[in-house]
């Protein structure tokens, strides 16, 4: 309790909204005796419910008017009126709004029931109210100044985001599909992420309350049926009683429950009963629902035998088919997924606790395509952009997959499966440290604040761990808090982290606009946001950041997807200017300790060198001994980190080697393209390609021409894939270590079948089918002649079609072409390399591509059109 006696305005808070208060009253230049002179006094609530209503009566006697600092629903002010109702003394409470209460009859709103109040919040309304009440000083001005400064400067744009994403191998990215013009319910969980992954899911209720939403808003809704998501831990919770619910009210509706074998959300516990799917059946079967279905993983051990045989059960393929019987049936249904969560599958096989599949997913390149099917089949972020000669490719990043095997659903013959491959580690570079000079330490000036950003799930609550323990060797003060929540799941995580002198220094724990002190960046996405950039202050703030590019879960859905990456670095070097350091801590990382998980380490030790963290080397040593981890690595990444940013020059040629050069100069891209096409037919269609170009003088039109001709020549078909499939081998044994066998997974269109997407079925083919593609491969003489059998097939004659159209395209473009029309020639030039895939795919981006080509010509017929007003 600050000031009293004879105080005329008191300040009350309770918890973390304490903290905050206090730091809001140092943010104005208010001390304990500053605050005593003002007549101002403050009361830590201790227990929020109930309030002790005579110690508060004791406080309050003699005050003109009360100030409740609360966030989000407003218990304490709620009592405190109460308690002031009968002897109200001409005494004004303040809270949610300047006197009154939620109805009309009341001042400007001061404190939001919505999101979470800050120590800028709080010092800006306070100090306010202090200037109104007559209580305004040189400091209260001052840091009132400050404030509107600090506001200003946050105004950073948000260039781009890191969404929390699926895991790798996340059931989910399976089991929340629904089928076309189908319309589905988030719910509390890993699942909830779905609404912003263009699966027709929309809306969420609290824990427990799954579908009670629909039960109300159906009998006013034009739409006959639902499907409701809801997880084994909330179903296991309270869930239960929400399908009860429906049951009870007859509703249209299916659930689907998912059992993924682990309240994966917080940490992967089992569920408390020992629930199993089974148990879950036989529960709803009991309720009174009638279609219960279990759609599994095949690679799941699930018991059939223990349930009731009239309970179907379905592989996962067919889940779409299930969904759209189920969506038919009046009443409540049941779909019970059965799949185990992707990071406790993880967690299991390091013990030895979960079978572990001797089987690896690798693409080739060279088949490729680009056209991002797998990634909308499997939704999966380890499927990761590969750049190539011939455009953006498809990979896997084998340290993320936990081995779902959906990604091989994508129609494209590039993937092939591996049984016996042992990933290679690439051998590390040889790195002698020279000693490092030892940087000049910051004063800590009350408090020190650090800001450290990251990825979930890469180790970053480590980093803000060894912080706050270092510290503590140190002999100092610290306060962290976590911002992590479903960022857990690879998306933003934002670490606070107070340093002090002595720990009762310490009050608000967040750090609050422009209060960075130093910025430890973990990724270039989440320190360049506008979150984090709000943070930070020119001339206050140093910061160090990974600048390697970490693709965001947007991949999956957009084929053409790039992290903006020279924006996001402007954006902090026009912040920070010469205060921030910039490189590639994973690549670092990986290239001296064979893996790119040190990489938030070295940027830790990158900013201690660059004299931006107020610990000595000492503790921070001891603490990284102390969290036990990878101790010796962890040391070498912070002592590597540190030479990085004292010899900048040195770290980017240690990375060099890596950096594979593409051919650059036009005339290479064009020799590379007339060699492929030639080792894809011959010398004569090699001579056609480049025939084409004479004489096109522009620099873009040819690039442009170049391009998206070769794209159409060389078509892959069965003759083509069977070439390109026959180097597979050799591409994945640059790859993997072992004697391995490779698996091809193709849809002959002779022995294709429809599945149950619609689309022709893949199958898998052992290299008993190596000799077969051998003989394909040396037909490739009969393409297009009327002895080619594929040649008959609609997708053949499309391709056939499409090199026609081009070429007559192209012909009268350049008769006509002039400065004009040049962006039109240029865009109708570059179309080929939109219509990418196979099969369906490539019949659906080439419906596309004709719609975009009409657009164009139509432009060029105009002479010139805008092409932004020729698409609308």
Avoid at 452 to 461: A, D, K, M, R
Avoid at 619 to 638: H, M, Y
Avoid at 677 to 701: F, N, P, T
Wanted: charged letters at 25%; glycine letters at 10%.
């Amino acid at each position: 309790m600050w000031g009293k006696p004879g105080a005329k305005i008191g300040f009350v808070a309770a918890g973390k909204n304490w903290l905050d208060l206090i730091h809001a009253m140092s943010l104005l230049n208010i001390d304990e005796a500053e605050a005593e002179r003002l007549g101002i006094s403050l009361y830590k609530v201790g227990q929020v419910f109930p309030l002790d209503m005579q110690g508060f009566s004791d406080w309050a006697e003699g005050l003109d008017l009360i100030v409740c600092v609360e966030e989000k629903r407003k218990l304490i002010e709620v009592q405190i009126k109460e308690a002031l109702f009968d002897n109200r003394q001409g005494r004004r409470v303040y809270g949610w709004y300047k006197g009154g209460g939620a109805g009309s009859m009341h001042g400007p709103e001061l404190f939001p029931t919505r999101y979470a109040l800050d120590p800028i919040h709080i010092a800006s309304a306070l100090g306010e109210i202090l200037c109104e009440e007559g209580r305004e000083t040189d400091g209260i001005r001052a840091g009132m100044q400050a404030l509107d400064d600090a506001r200003r400067n946050d105004n950073a744009e948000e260039i781009a985001s890191r969404l929390p994403y699926f895991c790798s191998g996340c059931p989910h990215n399976s089991s929340t599909k629904v089928p076309e013009g189908s319309r589905a319910y988030a719910g509390i969980g890993c699942h909830f992420m779905v609404q912003w992954m263009d699966r027709s899911t929309l809306g969420y209720t609290h824990m427990g309350g799954e579908g009670a939403n629909w039960i109300g808003e159906a009998p006013f809704s034009n739409r006959a049926h639902v499907f409701q998501n809801i997880g084994d831990g909330t179903y296991n919770h309270s869930g239960v009683q929400a399908i009860r619910a429906a049951v009870a009210a007859g509703t249209n509706m299916t659930y689907k429950i998912l059992y993924n074998d682990a309240v994966a959300m917080t940490g992967g516990q089992s569920n408390e009963g020992d629930l199993t799917p089974q148990r879950i059946v036989a529960e709803m079967r009991a309720m009174g629902v009638e279609n219960v279905a279990v759609v599994y993983d095949e690679k799941e051990d699930v018991n059939f035998k223990a349930l009731p045989p009239e309970v179907k059960t379905y592989e996962r393929a067919e889940l779409m088919t299930v969904q759209k019987e189920y969506e038919k049936i009046e009443g409540v249904s049941v779909i019970v997924y059965v799949q185990t969560c992707a990071a406790e599958k993880r967690r299991r096989r390091k013990r030895g606790t979960f079978p572990d599949p001797d089987k690896r997913v690798f693409i080739n390149t060279d088949i490729c395509e680009g056209c991002g099917d797998c990634g909308v089949q499997s939704n999966c972020v380890s499927i990761v952009p590969k750049e190539t000669e011939l455009g953006r490719k498809r990979a896997i990043d084998q340290s993320s997959c936990n081995k779902d095997f959906s990604c091989i659903k994508g129609f494209c013959p590039s993937f092939v499966t591996l049984e016996g491959a042992k990933v290679r580690k690439e051998p590390t570079a040889e790195l002698t440290l020279p000693d490092l000079p030892q940087p000049v330490l910051p004063q800590i000036d009350g408090t020190y604040n650090v800001v450290i950003t990251g990825v979930g799930g890469t180790g970053v609550v480590t980093i803000g761990a060894v912080l706050a323990q270092a510290a503590q060797i140190d002999g100092k003060g610290a306060g962290m808090m976590e911002m992590a929540g479903l960022a857990q799941k690879g998306g933003a995580v934002h670490i606070h982290c107070r340093l002090a002198e002595k720990p009762e220094d310490i009050s608000a724990i967040r750090v609050a606009t422009g209060e960075a002190d130093a910025l430890i960046g973990g990724d270039l996405v989440v320190s360049a946001g506008s979150t984090t950039l709000g943070l930070t202050r020119k001339g206050r703030t140093g910061a160090v950041v990974n600048n390697h590019e970490i693709i965001t879960g947007d991949f999956t859905r957009d084929t053409e997807f790039q992290l903006p990456a020279d924006r996001l670095s402007l954006a902090l070097e026009a912040r920070l200017q010469d205060r921030v350091a910039l490189f590639d801590a994973s690549d670092l990382a990986k290239a001296t300790l064979g893996d790119s998980i040190f990489s938030n380490m070295m940027v830790f030790g990158a900013a201690w060198q660059k004299g931006l963290i107020p610990l000595s080397l000492e503790a921070i040593r001891a603490a990284v001994d102390l969290n036990g981890a990878a101790v010796e690595r962890n040391l070498r990444a912070f002592e590597i980190g540190r030479w990085a940013v004292e010899f900048p020059e040195d770290a980017a040629k240690l990375l060099t080697p890596n950096v594979i050069e593409l051919p650059k100069s036009l005339d290479e891209q064009i020799d590379f393209r007339a060699d492929h096409l030639k080792a894809y037919q011959g010398r004569r269609l090699a001579k056609r390609y480049r025939k084409i170009l004479d004489g096109i003088e522009d620099k873009g039109l040819k690039e442009a021409v170049a391009k998206g001709y070769h794209k159409l020549l060389a078509y892959k078909d069965e003759y083509e894939v069977a070439r390109l499939l026959l180097s597979s081998r050799d591409k994945a044994a640059a790859e993997f270590d072992g004697d391995f066998k490779m698996t091809y997974h193709l849809s002959p269109p002779i022995l294709a079948r429809e599945g149950a997407d619609g689309r022709p079925a893949k199958r898998p083919f052992g290299e008993w089918m190596t000799p077969m593609l051998k003989i394909l491969r040396g037909l490739k003489g009969l393409r297009g002649t009327p002895l080619d059998v594929f040649g008959y097939t609609a997708e053949r004659k499309m391709e056939r079609a499409l090199i026609k159209q081009y070429e007559a395209d192209m012909k009268k473009v350049l008769a006509e072409l002039k400065p004009e029309t040049m962006d039109a020639a240029v865009a109708l030039a570059r179309l080929p390399l939109e219509i990418r895939g196979f099969g369906p795919v490539k019949m659906a981006n080439e419906a596309k591509a004709a719609k975009r080509r009409e657009e164009i010509l139509s432009a060029l017929r105009d002479g010139g059109t805008p092409l932004s007003k020729a698409a609308e």
